[in-house]
């Protein structure tokens, strides 16, 4: 979240590749829909 709040996408990207071990593709669409979703 730190990333996109500072307008990085692609680190966001790599960071939640990371974490997850999730695709770039799958990787991409989860940070892109990131702030369409509510805050818990």
Same mark, same amino acid.
């Not at 996408?9 to 892109?32: C, D, M, N, P």
């Given at each position: 979240? $730190?990333?996109? $709040?500072? %307008?990085n !996408?692609?680190?966001?990207?790599?960071?939640?590749r990371?974490?997850? %071990?999730?695709g770039l593709?799958?990787a991409k669409?989860?940070v $892109?829909?990131?702030?369409?979703?509510p !805050?818990?």
């Amino acid at each position: 979240m $730190e990333a996109l $709040e500072r %307008g990085n !996408k692609i680190e966001a990207i790599k960071l939640y590749r990371e974490a997850t %071990g999730v695709g770039l593709a799958e990787a991409k669409v989860f940070v $892109e829909d990131l702030p369409a979703r509510p !805050k818990s």
